[in-house]
């Protein structure tokens, strides 16, 4: 009986997967308002069925789909490869991988290349239209410049809006040179309040016509921020008392005034805080007591978490979990 299987198996034959053509697509610069498309041959270069049974994409930014599924001998199928309007800027390398049931090569990539030019670039060059502003300090005001490039004669740009955030300011204007050149200036008010920073602004297109407006984001963290290393404490139950010691960081620019004596540290029935004076080249070392108390009332699928607090900056937590038992040997 299973000399029978393997000989039908062996009757059947096995689908190998070919491209027909190049594997390579190139799409050129082209306008990023546009939507791109491609195709792709596939053939079945063997004597048995070929499935095509998914494609993978590596970006978002693309579709894929496969005419025919299922190919017997001889037959061939378009893979289509479709390049979304304004869902990727500049040049780019896109791959699609197609899995198959031939059993010598299970995954065979297709490649679409192009560089889709934005209407406005950023420059300095911001991935996706962000600009990280990084840390900024409390107090303070702060002026944030960028130019803007238009990748088309005649280019004008309408007022900038502001939305998002309050006390920021706008200023777009056109700079001298052949090509269609702005500059803008985002001005931030000064901010006693730390934590994420965000905005948009959007700027309207006035020539050409119909295009969709210029938008930038614009992100960064207000003051300082404590970071507790490692953030995770797993405690045992049933061992009795734990002390464990970690790192309080301060990361961002520290307002004046943040020391050891203004950390406030979180009001807990069974555990307790003290500095350790050993040497932190970046931050503060302190050790923790857990009483058997506190780890007791921890579940096992739950956690508490510590806010460790100081003014003017954003508060640490210290996530304290059960320890995860191990099995006992036989």
Known sequence: ???????????????????VGPSVAELGSYRARE?????????????????????????????AHAGRTALQPGESTEVRVTIAANSIFGEYEERVYVESSDPRRRFTKL???????????????????????????????SCHELTLVGSVPGLRLGEPAVSGAEGVGVEL????????????????APCSIPGPFSCQVTIPVLVPANEAPVTIEFMGELGAKLVVVPAVARLAQGGGRSSRRFCLR????????????SVQWPD????????????CSDGWWFVTDF????IGTLSADGETSLRICAPNAVAATLV??????QKRRR
């Open 1 to 19: 009986m299973a000399l029978a299987s393997c000989s039908a198996a062996a009757l059947a034959g096995e689908g190998r997967i070919e491209v």
């Open 35 to 63: 939507e791109k498309a491609v195709s792709f041959t596939l053939r079945n270069a063997g004597d048995g069925l070929l499935d095509i049974r998914r494609l993978r994409k590596s970006c978002g930014c693309a579709t």
């Open 111 to 141: 490649i679409v290349k192009g560089d889709a030019v934005q209407l406005v670039k950023l420059e300095p060059a911001c991935p996706d239209n962000t600009v990280n502003l990084r840390w900024l300090a409390l107090n303070e005001a």
């Open 173 to 188: 204007a056109s700079l001298p040179g052949a090509d269609a050149r702005y500059g803008l200036r985002v001005l931030l």
């Open 250 to 261: 301060v990361l961002g620019k520290p307002p004046a005034g943040l020391t050891p004596e």
């Open 268 to 279: 807990v029935a069974g555990v307790s805080f003290a500095w350790d004076d050993s040497a």
């Open 291 to 294: 009483s058997p108390d506190f």
């Open 320 to 325: 304290c979990r059960r320890a995860e038992e």
